[in-house]
């Protein structure tokens, strides 16, 4: 197991060979929970309470599993936009790759942002869309009634192809 820091709120892991076979579970099966106990393992006693929510991204291919971790602030912006050209306009004024969804409620469509450690989306993106009044409920509201669109990059997917 090779485990390399990128920066203080993201590393990654790269599992090859015999710790491969040691998990139980097919690799492509692999839970959330069991992704957690991977990276908890990796990091031995440096793991803390910031990386139990952290966004975790699984690759498996060519006998290896690689894995990735970056923590979010837990706390999720939420903007609700009428027109969709206002959440292009929004998803232009974020450069840095944060974790995203679209989602789409009563003709309504919704960004839900978490950002990383303490960073923050730029104030220009907030001159698009309203801020909703209780970001964390309504993320799971909009996750759990509405329809995802894209995610957990759509912020990276809407630049792409505007």
Known sequence: MDTQQI?????????????LEDIAKNPVD????????LLKT?????????W?????????GGGALLLFARIHSGN?????????????????????SMISHLALLDGEYYLIL?????AEPPDSFFE???PCREPSFFALHLIEHGKILMGPKAIDGINKMF
């Not at 692999?30 to 106990?37: G, I, K, N, Q, V």
């Not at 990796?42 to 910031?50: E, H, K, L, R, T």
């Not at 139990?52 to 498996?60: G, H, N, P, Q, R």
């Open 114 to 118: 978490y950002p990383r450690c303490d």
């Open 52 to 60: 139990e929510s952290a966004c975790l991204e699984l690759y498996f």
């Open 7 to 19: 920066n203080s709120a993201a590393l990654y892991i790269y599992i090859y060979g015999k710790e």
């Open 42 to 50: 990796a990091m031995g006693g440096n793991f803390s309470d910031a």
């Open 76 to 96: 999720p912006v939420v903007l609700s936009f009428a027109e969709f050209e206002d959440v292009i306009a929004a998803a232009k004024c974020c450069r840095e």
């Open 30 to 37: 692999l839970s959330t929970e069991d992704a957690t106990e």
């Open 128 to 130: 698009y869309g309203e």
